[in-house]
């Protein structure tokens, strides 16, 4: 009777709770550009992490008629603070499009990088460390 009502227990209060450290990321938009032909956007999202992955910056290029629903991962660009080598803000990143099909990505130097693609979705991706 005991272990039956552990396990009531565990399934009832226990697990729940620790889904939510495990669980979904939220993305918050941080700023996006597009391109002057309106065809795709860039996106700087900042991911709030969880109990086991850390604050991150993610850079992704999209169709310019995408709508974000807020559980997007970067697909492009991926960084975080390198256990706090690094200060993570609207700052830590920044890009312009040289081009319809090239955008320039500059980024702090101390950042942890995790993706870092060079083309997507038809764009080139030039990158520059400061």
Request: glycine share 4%; charged share 20%; hydrophobic share 35%.
């Amino acid at each position: 009777m005991v272990k039956l009502i552990l396990k009531i227990f565990t399934l009832t209060f226990i697990i729940p709770s620790c889904s939510g450290l495990l669980g979904d990321q939220n993305t918050t938009l941080i700023k996006y550009s597009s391109n002057s032909d309106k065809t795709k956007k860039a996106v700087l999202l900042e991911n709030d992490g969880n109990a086991t992955v850390d604050l991150s910056l993610q850079v992704s290029i999209l169709d310019y008629d995408y709508k974000l629903s807020g559980k997007e991962i970067g697909s492009t660009f991926t960084v975080d603070r390198n256990h706090t080598s690094a200060v993570i803000d609207s700052t830590s990143i920044k890009f312009c499009w040289v081009s319809n099909h090239t955008l320039q990505i500059d980024y702090d130097k101390n950042l942890r990088t995790f993706i870092q693609e060079k083309n997507v979705k038809g764009v080139t991706i030039i990158y520059i460390e400061r």
